[in-house]
């Protein structure tokens, strides 16, 4: 079994900033990637920011880049979120993502349970 743990959701203004972690642990054998979705009322779940464990390689939506940085901790098999000049537009569910495979040897594809992120005008 494997499970993803997030933190550091939580309400801000506009222009400020949230930092959000999500540490997976488990029978994990390997992690390929892990990475950040979000999802707002009313609108489909999106990818925010995914990086590559392998080579520390990043992707980012174009809503947020060179706004948000996704860094990982590879020893502690977690990944960072971090947020700067957040806009009311941010405010979404956020959840973490990890492509991993199992200690049985199964890849899978792993969800976080979601932390609330709240951007006020």
């Known amino acids: 079994q494997v499970q993803l743990v997030e933190s550091g959701g939580g309400l801000v203004q506009a222009g400020g900033s949230l930092r959000l972690s999500c540490a997976a642990s488990?029978?994990?054998?390997?992690?390929?990637?892990m990475g950040w979705y979000r999802q707002a009322p009313g609108k489909q779940r999106e990818l925010v920011a995914v990086?590559?464990?392998?080579?520390?390689?990043?992707n980012y939506a174009d809503s947020v880049k060179g706004r948000f940085t996704i860094s990982r901790d590879n020893a502690k098999n977690t990944v960072y979120l971090q947020m700067n000049s957040l806009k009311p537009e941010d405010t979404a569910v956020y959840y973490c993502?990890?492509?991993?495979?199992?200690?049985?040897?199964?890849?899978?594809?792993?969800w976080g349970q979601g932390t609330q992120v709240t951007v006020s005008s």
């Open positions: 993502n990890a492509a991993l495979t199992t200690g049985w040897g199964t890849y899978i594809d792993s």
């Open positions: 488990g029978s994990i054998f390997s992690i390929n990637a």
């Open positions: 990086i590559i464990r392998s080579d520390g390689s990043t």
